[in-house]
């Protein structure tokens, strides 16, 4: 948007443009052109020293802090190293005298560089208008953004990693006599190899692996995050009759700087989406009030509904 229109014309400020090495080819002094075209995007530069004067153009002090203020960070420090600020001056005056040479050959008068520049312009125009329109900040309630946490569960990284295993029954007496058996020593992997019902974890001793919260019974989840490494919780039993006898094999920190990293990336998702809400929303307001009507060759594009 306007970050790209004026980055167009800033990139020109911080280019190298000596007149000893570099030759002037059309495409640089057309893009000379469309750089200065915007010159009034300059401050005013009335009772401002003036540094240099390139055949009769001067070139202020106020000018030239203006440039030199919208150059990035990076090539400002790139200059330091190759010149400092006589160095930037010395590119301003190749600047200039690119330019003047573009007016000479009348490329300021180009058809092609004034449909360039007044689509730049409509872009700035259009920038500002929503810069207007989105100006106030959108405060998203902590119980939203949790909800939206939560509905993004599956890309998040588990703040523990947490192994456990389980050995799964529906008969409550068996479920009581292997708890009590456990209590007594036993192996808890050869008890559910033995009497675990859920085949795909029975073969490995009921380990399931890596537990990720919400992946199981709400009465099992709230049970395994309150066991601690090495313990067996009570039979379990669901609303759906299984009975769980989870075992918790560990329980390790995650990875908590990936985790807040991928939290704010899903904040300023649910910004985003909030922000393009309020610019639809303002959009279908202003085509309720206008009137528009497609004339008779919108068919070549109207009829072209992609695939």
């Not at 990076?74 to 600020?85: A, C, H, N």
């Not at 001056?89 to 040479?101: C, N, T, V």
């Not at 389980?166 to 559910?192: C, H, P, S, W, Y």
Request: glycine share 6%; net charge positive; proline share 4%.
């Amino acid at each position: 948007m306007i970050a790209k229109a004026l980055g167009f014309l800033r990139g020109g400020t911080h280019v190298a443009l000596s007149t000893q090495h570099s030759a002037l080819s059309i495409g640089v002094i057309l893009s000379a052109c469309l750089m200065l075209a915007f010159a009034s995007c300059a401050p005013a530069s009335q009772d401002s020293p003036v540094l240099v004067i390139v055949n009769g153009k001067p070139i202020t002090q106020r000018e030239f802090d203006f440039r030199w203020s919208e150059l990035p960070e990076s090539t400002k420090i790139r200059y330091q190293k190759e010149g400092g600020k006589r160095k930037f001056l010395d590119d301003l005056i190749g600047r200039e005298l690119l330019m003047q040479q573009a007016r000479k050959l009348g490329l300021d008068q180009s058809q092609t560089i004034r449909e360039h520049l007044q689509r730049l312009k409509e872009q700035a125009i259009l920038d500002e208008l929503l810069q207007q329109v989105l100006k106030n900040q959108i405060e998203i309630p902590k119980d939203e953004l949790e909800a939206y946490y939560a509905a993004h569960d599956a890309v998040l990284p588990a703040p523990d990693r947490i192994e456990v295993a389980q050995i799964v029954t529906r008969n409550e007496f068996a479920a009581k006599d292997i708890k009590r058996m456990l209590d007594e020593g036993m192996d808890f992997a050869k008890l559910a190899q033995r009497y675990s019902t859920d085949k795909e974890t029975r073969s490995k001793g009921g380990e399931l692996g890596l537990y990720r919260k919400g992946s199981a019974d709400p009465q099992v989840d709230a049970v395994i995050l309150k066991l601690r490494p090495g313990h067996v919780s009570e039979p379990i039993k669901t609303e759906s009759g299984v009975i769980y006898i989870i075992k918790l094999i560990s329980r390790e920190p995650g990875d908590t700087k990936a985790v807040h990293a991928l939290r704010e990336r899903l904040r300023q998702e649910l910004y985003g989406e909030k922000r393009r809400k309020d610019f639809e929303d303002y959009l279908a307001r202003l085509r309720a009030t206008a009137t528009v009507r497609m004339a008779d060759a919108s068919r070549h594009v109207t009829e072209d509904t992609g695939h």
